[in-house]
């Protein structure tokens, strides 16, 4: 015989599966990564259900505690690694921002080129060159002017191009690229390096690392080659004011003085008599 009550009821026996088959009821999420906390509950529940009769050996466990300090040196260790490398970046930081204004070579071989301009391209040879030929490209890489230059030294060289081309018609504003082909007096190629260079205008924070603004565009620290004073902007120095002498006379309401000697030389008389008495 079945009683019938409240507990017994297919709603109450809904509820109460319902309650224990609910998300809240099932257990946490395994871990993908074991840290220092589950390593010791394990080997504490090592040590409490270990057998009696066959306890741990002495070897095992203080080889277990050792691999434990180990861990956790590791893991403070790599802590501190992080916090140097932190440190590490805020003062590269803050070392770029010398850069500001100063002149820097870049790896590259592109430059731009104003519209009534000549253009200057750097490029550094690693041995001295009885000759060199220069080549200029276009933006679709095409041949705009080709040109020699005489003998050079090992070492960073400029060399001006005057903005014509093969035809001898000015070339227009924008962006070329170059090529040196150099040999020295027997005849051989000497390695030639083109270089970019610019001023830095700013540093940009934004991002993992640091960049330099240098013509507008921004550049790794790692494309910089050296780095040199920035060249003077050519403007004459501003004028000195010059001061006129005047003339005490010349000026309205001043006395003007007279010279030791004037008053005898004009009058042929010599000036008052001052009797001292003591």
Do not use: C
């Not at 550094?124 to 003998?151: E, I, M």
């Not at 924070?205 to 565009?217: A, D, Q, Y």
């Amino acid at each position: 015989m079945i009683v019938k009550n409240q507990q017994n009821e297919i709603a109450t026996i809904r509820k109460e599966s319902e309650k224990r088959l609910s998300p809240s009821a099932l257990p946490p999420p395994q871990k993908k990564k074991l840290g220092m906390e589950d390593y010791m509950n394990i080997m504490i529940r090592q040590l409490q259900y270990q057998d009696p009769f066959h306890p741990m050996d002495n070897r095992k466990f203080a080889s277990q505690l050792a691999q434990f300090s180990q861990l956790d040196q590791l893991v403070h260790m790599n802590k501190k690694m992080e916090g140097m490398a932190n440190q590490g970046r805020e003062t590269d930081a803050l070392q770029m921002v010398g850069f500001l204004g100063r002149e820097v070579f870049l790896k590259g071989n592109r430059f731009i080129k104003g519209a009534h301009q000549e253009a200057t391209l750097v490029f550094h040879l690693d041995r001295p060159a009885h000759n060199a030929t220069v080549y200029v490209y276009g933006a679709k890489h095409q041949l705009v002017r080709s040109f020699k230059v005489g003998p050079m030294d090992a070492g960073d060289q400029h060399v001006a191009w005057d903005g014509l081309s093969n035809k001898g018609s000015k070339a227009p504003a924008g962006g070329y690229e170059f090529e040196v082909v150099a040999r020295d007096a027997k005849n051989r190629p000497v390695p030639a390096s083109p270089l970019r260079t610019g001023v830095v205008t700013g540093v940009v924070f934004s991002g993992t690392k640091p960049l330099l603004e240098v013509n507008g565009e921004r550049v790794d620290l790692g494309q910089i080659t050296h780095v040199g004073v920035a060249k003077p902007t050519g403007l004459p120095p501003p004028p000195q004011r010059q001061t006129l002498p005047v003339a005490p006379s010349k000026i309205p309401g001043m006395t003007p003085r007279v010279a030791p000697g004037a008053y005898a030389k004009a009058t042929g008389k010599t000036g008052p008599t001052i009797n001292h008495t003591l």
